[in-house]
């Protein structure tokens, strides 16, 4: 019997690694493409004027050498190297087979003039930008339609100086949306590690419409209150393997994203196969982990273990709203600490913010299948609120072995939520009590035998 357990956890663990296309290689989850290229061709900023004052503009620099390196592209491609030095550029365009190698000492900072960063068509699947009607500023480091893209350094910085966005965007004096630091659209094969990234304008990391990437080693610190500073969105992308990361920022540290409302709709290009694991972070108004708000293209597939997170108003979250229509479902999370948070656990199901009056208020979203197991937590207010949609219950919602010491009254509030629980304490609420274990593990998304057996030896006990 024990041998036969064995086996199926074997099989299992087989099947999940089956799913993700990762190889299992030392503790690294994930699968190194093309990080220990080599590039035949190397070249260094200074060879193309740049100046390392932080007050001289290096965008011309930055647009030639790129350009100088696209002759290589087809040749092995190229790496253009950042030295010591404080490197102040507006915003300039990748290009494919590049890498990008910061020194330990090198700081990349964004110029603080806005016309520095030209304007872009909006994403067809937001329709509009993020925050303001019509296109949107093009981020700091942009690439599109490229393939094999490495943006590294021995923790050299990368800093968007995004006070003065910030403030824009307080005094309601934006003319467009603003700003990513790093946005790559449409490309595959993308690597970014080693780096520190810092204040960036709006979101930190965007990875659009992308398969295989990889963020791994970073660090990523904006002000706790700064507006919208999420750290790392992949967003309508597959294959996303984010590991080792500590984010402390103003807005979620991750969310997995794929468009909105109608736009996202009809756009349907959804986020699959995103895997995170050691992500470790802050966040005073935001969560750690979010699915949405924005995910009208669907999200699936996602698996994100041994997270902590401190300091925090919530742990784990998903938004949404009628209008988004898509769905989340199949999401596995697991091994997660929690201190000083809020919120552990929170489902928004009437998030609302559309893009404009055209979305369609019948379009709702179907949420199903979400795993959240191993979840301790210290300090923490509120257990859950978990709201689901009237008419649009979240469904297979599974709660396993969560144990969390909450200091206020309010433990588990739950709405339009159904699903299934085993050993979470204080005990969770009405609509989730019924027991995974033995008939509904196969309704709760990815739960192991070993678990099973566990919590039937604590029964005996
Ligand atoms: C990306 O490719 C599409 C289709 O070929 C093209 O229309 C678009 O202009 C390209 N974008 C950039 C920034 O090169
Ligand atoms: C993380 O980055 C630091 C400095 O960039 C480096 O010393 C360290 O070896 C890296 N760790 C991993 C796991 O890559
Ligand atoms: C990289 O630099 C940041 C900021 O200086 C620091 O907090 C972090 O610990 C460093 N990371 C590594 C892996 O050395
Ligand atoms: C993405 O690239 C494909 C071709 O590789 C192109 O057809 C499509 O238009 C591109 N999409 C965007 C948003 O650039
Ligand atoms: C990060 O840096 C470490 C130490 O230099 C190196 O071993 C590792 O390959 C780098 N990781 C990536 C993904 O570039
Ligand atoms: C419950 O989760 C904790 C981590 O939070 C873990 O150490 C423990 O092994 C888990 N217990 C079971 C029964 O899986
Ligand atoms: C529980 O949540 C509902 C909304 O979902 C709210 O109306 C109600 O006041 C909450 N209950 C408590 C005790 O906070």
Same mark, same amino acid.
């Given at each position: 019997?024990?041998?036969?357990?064995?086996?199926? +956890?074997?099989?299992?663990?087989?099947?999940?690694?089956?799913?993700?296309?990762?190889?299992?290689?030392?503790?690294?989850? %994930?699968?190194?493409?093309?990080?220990?290229?080599?590039?035949?061709?190397?070249?260094?900023?200074?060879?193309?004027?740049?100046?390392?004052?932080?007050?001289?503009?290096?965008?011309?620099?930055?647009?030639?050498?790129?350009?100088?390196?696209?002759?290589?592209?087809?040749?092995?491609?190229?790496?253009?190297?950042?030295?010591?030095?404080?490197?102040?550029?507006?915003?300039?365009?990748? /290009?494919?087979?590049?890498?990008?190698?910061?020194?330990?000492?090198? *700081? $990349?900072?964004?110029?603080?003039?806005?016309? @520095?960063?030209?304007?872009?068509?909006?994403?067809?699947?937001?329709?509009?930008?993020?925050?303001?009607?019509?296109?949107?500023?093009?981020?700091?480091?942009?690439? %599109?339609?490229?393939?094999?893209?490495?943006? &590294?350094?021995?923790?050299?910085? $990368? +800093?968007?100086?995004? !006070?003065?966005?910030?403030?824009?965007?307080?005094?309601?004096?934006?003319?467009?949306?603003?700003?990513?630091?790093?946005?790559?659209?449409?490309?595959?094969?993308?690597?970014?590690?080693?780096?520190?990234?810092?204040?960036?304008?709006?979101?930190?990391?965007?990875? =659009?419409? %992308?398969?295989?990437?990889?963020?791994?080693?970073?660090?990523?610190?904006?002000?706790?209150?700064?507006?919208?500073?999420?750290?790392? @969105?992949?967003?309508?992308? #597959? #294959?996303?393997?984010?590991?080792?990361?500590?984010?402390?920022?103003?807005?979620?540290?991750?969310?997995?994203? !794929?468009?909105? #409302?109608?736009?996202?709709?009809?756009?349907?290009?959804?986020?699959?196969?995103? =895997?995170?694991?050691?992500?470790?972070?802050?966040?005073?108004?935001?969560?750690?982990?979010?699915?949405?708000?924005?995910?009208?293209?669907? /999200?699936?597939?996602?698996?994100?273990?041994?997270?902590?997170?401190?300091?925090?108003?919530?742990?784990?979250?998903?938004?949404?709203?009628?209008?988004?229509?898509?769905?989340?479902?199949?999401?596995?999370?697991? #091994?997660?600490?929690?201190?000083? =948070?809020?919120?552990?656990?929170?489902? &928004?199901?009437?998030?609302?913010?559309?893009?404009?009056?055209?979305?369609?208020?019948?379009?709702?979203?179907?949420?199903?299948?979400?795993?959240?197991?191993?979840?301790?937590?210290?300090? $923490?207010? *509120?257990?859950?609120?978990?709201?689901?949609?009237?008419?649009?219950?979240?469904?297979? $919602?599974?709660?396993?072995?969560? &144990?969390?010491?909450?200091?206020?009254?309010?433990?588990?509030?739950?709405?339009?939520?159904?699903?299934?629980?085993?050993?979470? %304490?204080?005990?969770?609420?009405?609509?989730?009590?019924?027991?995974?274990?033995?008939?509904?593990?196969? @309704?709760?998304?990815?739960?192991?035998?070993?678990?099973?057996?566990?919590?039937?030896?604590?029964?005996?006990?």
């Amino acid at each position: 019997m024990r041998r036969f357990s064995a086996w199926v +956890d074997l099989f299992l663990v087989l099947a999940l690694f089956n799913e993700a296309p990762w190889a299992v290689r030392s503790s690294s989850h %994930c699968q190194q493409t093309s990080s220990g290229v080599i590039r035949p061709h190397s070249v260094t900023i200074t060879e193309f004027g740049a100046v390392s004052d932080g007050r001289t503009l290096n965008t011309k620099a930055f647009q030639n050498a790129i350009f100088y390196l696209n002759s290589f592209t087809n040749n092995g491609g190229a790496q253009l190297f950042v030295p010591a030095g404080r490197w102040l550029t507006g915003s300039f365009e990748l /290009i494919s087979h590049l890498t990008l190698l910061l020194d330990k000492d090198a *700081v $990349i900072l964004g110029s603080t003039n806005s016309a @520095d960063w030209p304007v872009v068509d909006p994403l067809p699947s937001y329709g509009r930008g993020r925050e303001l009607p019509g296109g949107r500023h093009r981020s700091l480091i942009y690439g %599109c339609n490229l393939t094999d893209v490495i943006i &590294t350094g021995d923790n050299g910085t $990368i +800093d968007g100086q995004g !006070s003065v966005w910030w403030n824009w965007f307080k005094s309601e004096t934006l003319d467009f949306t603003r700003p990513h630091l790093v946005e790559l659209m449409n490309s595959t094969g993308v690597v970014i590690s080693n780096l520190t990234f810092l204040n960036s304008p709006f979101w930190t990391i965007h990875p =659009v419409y %992308c398969r295989q990437v990889i963020v791994q080693n970073v660090t990523i610190i904006a002000p706790l209150n700064s507006p919208n500073t999420d750290g790392i @969105d992949p967003d309508s992308s #597959d #294959d996303v393997c984010i590991e080792d990361c500590y984010i402390s920022t103003g807005d979620d540290l991750i969310a997995i994203k !794929s468009g909105w #409302d109608e736009y996202g709709i009809s756009y349907a290009r959804p986020s699959s196969n995103i =895997v995170i694991h050691r992500l470790v972070g802050e966040t005073q108004s935001s969560s750690g982990i979010a699915l949405g708000s924005e995910m009208s293209g669907g /999200i699936s597939e996602v698996r994100a273990e041994n997270l902590q997170f401190f300091n925090s108003k919530i742990g784990i979250r998903i938004k949404t709203s009628p209008g988004r229509g898509g769905y989340v479902r199949n999401i596995y999370i697991s #091994d997660v600490t929690l201190t000083d =948070v809020n919120i552990a656990i929170r489902f &928004t199901g009437e998030y609302g913010e559309h893009p404009d009056e055209f979305y369609n208020p019948n379009a709702f979203p179907e949420i199903e299948k979400i795993t959240i197991k191993d979840v301790t937590g210290k300090h $923490i207010k *509120v257990a859950g609120l978990l709201e689901g949609i009237k008419g649009d219950d979240f469904f297979n $919602i599974c709660l396993s072995n969560i &144990t969390l010491s909450v200091t206020s009254d309010l433990l588990w509030n739950c709405s339009y939520v159904q699903g299934y629980s085993e050993l979470v %304490c204080p005990e969770t609420c009405e609509p989730l009590k019924k027991s995974i274990f033995p008939e509904h593990q196969s @309704d709760c998304y990815h739960l192991s035998n070993h678990l099973h057996s566990l919590a039937n030896q604590n029964r005996g006990a």
